[in-house]
């Protein structure tokens, strides 16, 4: 009767400890959302600007995504007026419609982008071509970084408005750890489609597209540098762009030793009271 007590606390402890550990490491969280409510101003830096993020749950509070293109003075000074509001799937908490991210012109060029003092970068598209060096300036572009310490399986998405005579079509991701080394695109990340639709029917200079929730590479996991750059806004005219409700959201990496540590204690006091 012992041996059938033990055999049956042994197969209770498995199973506790795998239920744990899928437990633990399912909930999703947001790790760092941008809806740019505020004013700003790129007359300062009218190459680029950073935005810490209005919601971090990184372990450092250092979300940021840094809104760039070539040529000075593409980026509106002050922003776009906002088009929809957004809930969170993974928070429930709701957007209201604020101020955008606004890109004046998608097709500007120019090579001032730089990391580190660096423009000019390794990328490896996966088109079997290897590394080759890329400087990321063909069009409107946003840099963000964050500190993935916890999380995995990151996932983004945001809007997108713009008016039919320039919509985007499509965009590309690419991504990198530690802070150097060669940039990455994985092949489901080349020409991203956006599909639009009228936001104010009334208004039909205006459209909008949700980019989709959009898995980004397992190699993002746990992470403590991460850095995303997502780019190649392909349009059919040369004109403006606005981008709003950016979110990042991922699980929680499983942390089961403390559930393990619970579950063996309860057991051996069950084994201690059978015996």
């Not at 372990?59 to 809104?67: F, I, K, M, T, Y």
């Not at 998608?106 to 060096?133: H, M, R, W, Y």
């Not at 950016?246 to 084994?271: K, M």
Request: glycine share 8%; charged share 20%; hydrophobic share 40%.
């Amino acid at each position: 009767m012992k041996c059938t007590h033990q055999f049956v606390a042994l197969l209770l402890l498995s199973l506790a400890t795998i239920c744990c550990a899928s437990r633990v490491g399912s909930a999703r969280e947001v790790v760092a959302f941008w809806g740019f409510a505020d004013d700003y101003n790129f007359d300062t830096n009218p190459n680029y600007q950073d935005f810490a993020a209005d919601v971090d749950g990184t372990v450092l509070s250092d979300a940021n995504l840094q809104a760039f293109l070539g040529v000075a003075d593409a980026l509106d000074d002050n922003g776009g007026n906002g088009f929809v509001p957004y809930t969170s799937p993974t928070s429930a908490i709701f957007y209201d419609v604020t101020k955008t991210l606004k890109f004046d012109d998608l097709k500007g060029g120019g090579d001032d982008f730089a990391i580190a003092g660096s423009s000019t970068f390794d990328v490896d598209k996966n088109d079997g071509n290897g590394p080759q060096p890329d400087n990321f300036s063909n069009d409107a572009l946003m840099y963000i970084t964050l500190d993935g310490t916890g999380y995995q399986d990151f996932e983004i998405r945001f809007d997108v408005e713009g008016t039919p005579a320039s919509l985007p079509t499509s965009f590309d991701i690419f991504y990198r750890t530690g802070g150097a080394g060669t940039w990455s695109r994985e092949p489901a990340q080349n020409n991203i489609g956006l599909s639009f639709v009228d936001y104010t029917p009334a208004d039909p200079e205006n459209q909008y597209a949700d980019s989709g929730v959009i898995s980004l590479s397992s190699l993002l996991n746990n992470a403590s540098k991460v850095e995303i750059i997502i780019n190649d806004f392909a349009e059919a005219g040369n004109g403006e762009m606005e981008i709003d409700n950016v979110e990042i959201t991922a699980a929680v990496v499983p942390e089961p030793a403390s559930w393990v540590a619970l579950v063996i204690g309860v057991v051996l006091l069950l084994l201690r009271s059978r015996s």
